[in-house]
C-alpha cells in the first residue's frame, strides 16, 4: 500500500477502536494495585471512541481534516493520564498530518514520532515503562527502519510500528519493577499497541469488528455492578437520530459505549428514534453520549437509593443559581459521593464534578465547569492523580480564562486547600496557601482486594481489606474495621491534631463511630466522622 486514503484512514480508525474496546477488560485487569479501580481499559475505550466516532462522521476526502476532528474529539473526551496520553498522540499526529490529503510511508512514521514527542511534552515528569516509552520506542525505530530501508509499503511501516511496540510493552517491568514484581505490563502500553493492531488488521483487509457488548465491556459493567445497588441512577431516554446520526448510527457501536458505563442496559432503534435504558453511576455521562447523535424526546432519570432521590433536582437547581455576573474566584473539584459533595459545598466549591476512581470525569466535563462558572480567577481540585492530566488539559483549552490546577492527589487534600482558600486575598497568595494546603493533611483509604497478588512483598488475598496510606499499602486483613485501625495507628503520630474519617457506603455510622472511638483512647487527636457515601473506599482518613 503505498498511499492512505480518507477512507482507509477511516476504516483503520474504526478497527483500531473496536480492537481496544474487545480487549478493554483484558487491559482493566493490567492494575499494578489490586484495588477496584483497574479502568485504563476503560478510559483509553471511552476517549478512542469519543474521537474515532466523531472522525468517522467527518464528511472530508482529506486525512488532515479526519485528523483534526480525531485530535479534537480526543482532547475532549480524553479520561485518566491514559486517555490523556493517548489524545496527544494523535494531537502530534494531526500536526504533522494537517496538510496532507492521502498520507504515504515516511509520513506515517513521521506522524508517530511527533505524536510520541507532543506526548512527552504534555506529562510533567515523564515515568519511563510506560505508555510514553512504548510510543517512543516503537515510532524512533519505526522511523529509523523507514528511512534506513528506504520504505515505501505503508503496510510495511505499520507491521514494524506493531512489533516494536509489542517489544517495548514486554520491555516495560524492566524499567518499572512495580510491574514486576506484580507479574503485569503497562496497561496504558498494552492499550496503545491494541490500537495500532487494530489498525495494521484494517490495512491487511481484515478490519476488527467489536465483539459482544458482554465481552467487550465486561470489566465496565462488573465495577458497575459492584456499587448499583449502593448508588446508582436509571437513566431512560428516546433519542430522535439527526440526519448525520442516522447515517452514521450503529446500534450495537453506541450499545457498547454506553456499556462502558452502565449495566441493565436496552438499546433499540426504530428507524429515527432509538430507546435507551441503562443503570450508571453517571446519567450525565449517558445522556452527553445520546445527545452527540440527536435530540432528546424524552428523558428520565431516577435515583434507585431512596435517600438519594433528589440529587439530580438539587444539583439543576444549584446550576440555575450560578449568578450571572462574575465574581472574582470560582473554585471546581471532584467528589466521588453525595456526602463529599457538601463538604466541598459548605468549603465555598461552586462546581463539584462527580467522579474520582473509577469514574474518571472527561476533559470536557471539565471544560463544561469552567465555561458555566463566571469567575476572574478558577481554581480546580481534581482529587486524584488519574484526574489532573485532565483537569490539566481543560485549562489549556480555555486558555481566555485564568483557571489554575493544583495537583491534589486525595480527597482529604482537596478539602484541606479549600480551608485555606480566602477570598479576600490575591490569587498568588490563595495559591501559595491551597498548595501548602495540599502537604499539610496525610490521607489514606480503606478498600478490599480484587485479586491475589504480592505488593513490596506484602502477600495480598483476594477480598481482603487494605490500608493505603499515601502510595503504599500498609496492612491487607480480611476483618475491615481491624484493617481500618492499623492504618490509623500507621498514619498516627504525636503531631496529628485532627481526623477526618469520611465513610463510604458499604460501612455503617456505627463502625465509623468505633473507628473515632478508637483513634481517640489511642491518641491526642480530635475525630470528625462525616457520611461521604463514596463508593469503592469503605473509610477515607486525612490527618493534620
Known amino acids: 500500500m503505498k498511499k492512505i486514503d480518507a477512507k482507509m484512514f477511516k476504516e483503520m480508525l474504526a478497527s483500531g477502536m473496536n480492537n481496544l474496546g474487545n480487549h478493554s477488560s483484558e487491559i482493566d485487569s493490567l492494575n499494578v494495585f489490586p484495588v477496584p479501580d483497574g479502568d485504563t481499559g476503560t478510559n483509553m475505550y471511552l476517549t478512542v471512541s469519543n474521537g474515532v466516532n466523531a472522525a468517522l462522521e467527518e464528511d472530508a476526502d482529506e486525512i488532515g481534516k479526519i485528523c483534526k476532528t480525531l485530535s479534537r474529539g480526543l482532547l475532549m473526551g480524553a479520561r485518566g493520564n491514559s486517555g490523556v496520553i493517548t489524545s496527544q498522540i494523535f494531537r502530534g499526529f494531526y500536526q504533522s498530518l494537517k496538510e496532507v490529503k492521502e498520507m504515504d510511508a515516511m509520513q506515517l512514521a ?19 515503562g510506560t505508555i510514553l516509552t512504548v510510543v517512543r520506542e516503537a515510532a524512533d525505530y519505526t522511523y ?16 514494524k510500528m506493531v512489533t516494536e511496540a509489542n517489544e517495548s510493552l514486554e520491555r516495560t517491568p524492566e524499567l518499572l519493577p512495580v510491574l514486576a514484581e506484580v507479574g503485569v505490563v503497562d496497561s496504558g502500553g498494552k492499550g496503545l499497541c491494541t490500537i495500532l493492531e487494530g489498525f495494521l488488521a484494517a490495512m491487511q483487509g481484515k478490519a476488527i469488528v467489536k465483539e459482544e457488548t458482554e465481552k467487550a465491556s465486561e470489566a465496565a459493567q ?59 453511576l453517571e446519567p450525565y455521562t449517558a445522556l452527553k453520549m445520546g445527545r452527540r447523535r440527536g435530540r432528546f424526546m424524552k428523558i428520565k432519570v431516577e435515583n434507585m437509593q431512596q435517600q438519594h432521590d433528589n440529587i439530580l433536582e438539587k444539583e439543576q437547581e444549584e446550576k440555575a443559581e450560578v449568578p450571572a455576573e462574575h465574581k472574582k474566584y470560582g473554585i471546581i473539584t471532584v467528589a466521588p459521593g453525595p ?27 471539565f471544560v463544561s465547569a469552567i465555561n458555566d462558572l463566571p469567575a476572574d480567577h478558577i ?68 478498600t478490599y482486594a480484587i485479586k491475589d497478588t504480592t505488593y513490596e512483598g506484602m502477600e495480598i488475598k483476594k477480598g481482603e481489606y487494605m490500608g493505603i496510606f499515601g502510595k503504599a499499602i500498609e496492612v491487607a486483613e480480611p476483618d475491615m474495621m481491624s484493617a481500618t485501625k492499623h ?49 469503592v473506599y469503605s473509610f477515607i482518613i486525612g490527618v493534620e
Do not use: W
Open 222 to 280: 462488573t465495577k458497575v455492578e459492584s456499587q448499583e445497588e449502593e448508588y446508582g441512577f436509571c437513566t431512560e431516554f428516546i433519542l430522535q437520530l439527526s440526519e448525520t446520526g442516522r447515517k452514521n448510527f450503529s446500534e450495537s457501536d453506541f450499545r457498547d459505549e454506553l456499556a462502558s458505563i452502565g449495566n441493565s442496559l436496552v438499546c433499540v432503534q426504530d428507524e429515527d428514534l432509538v430507546k435507551v435504558h441503562v443503570h450508571t
Open 339 to 365: 456526602g463529599i459533595e457538601k463538604m466541598f459545598k459548605d468549603l465555598r466549591a461552586d462546581i463539584v464534578i462527580s467522579g474520582g476512581q473509577t469514574m474518571n470525569p472527561s476533559t470536557e466535563d
Open 487 to 535: 492504618l490509623a495507628d500507621k498514619m498516627l503520630d504525636e503531631d496529628s491534631e485532627l481526623v477526618t474519617l469520611i465513610y463510604g457506603t458499604d460501612a455503617t455510622k456505627e463502625q465509623a463511630e468505633e473507628i473515632s472511638d478508637y483513634i481517640e483512647e489511642n491518641s491526642d487527636a480530635e475525630v470528625n466522622v462525616v457520611s461521604g457515601q463514596q463508593p
Open 379 to 446: 481554581f480546580i481540585l481534581p482529587n486524584n492523580s488519574n484526574i489532573i492530566l485532565a483537569a490539566s488539559q481543560a485549562a489549556q483549552v480555555c486558555e481566555d480564562k485564568d483557571v489554575q490546577v493544583l495537583p491534589s492527589k486525595t480527597i482529604p487534600q482537596g478539602l484541606t486547600a479549600c480551608v485555606m482558600f480566602n477570598p479576600d486575598v490575591e490569587p498568588e497568595d490563595n495559591l501559595t496557601e491551597m498548595n501548602n494546603g495540599l502537604e499539610s493533611v496525610k490521607s489514606g483509604e480503606v
Open 110 to 128: 513521521y506522524a508517530f514520532v511527533n505524536g510520541s514527542r507532543v506526548a512527552y511534552k504534555a506529562v510533567m515528569r515523564p515515568v519511563e
Open 144 to 159: 529509523a527502519y523507514t528511512v534506513t530501508e528506504e520504505v515505501t509499503d505503508c503496510t510495511a511501516v505499520m507491521q
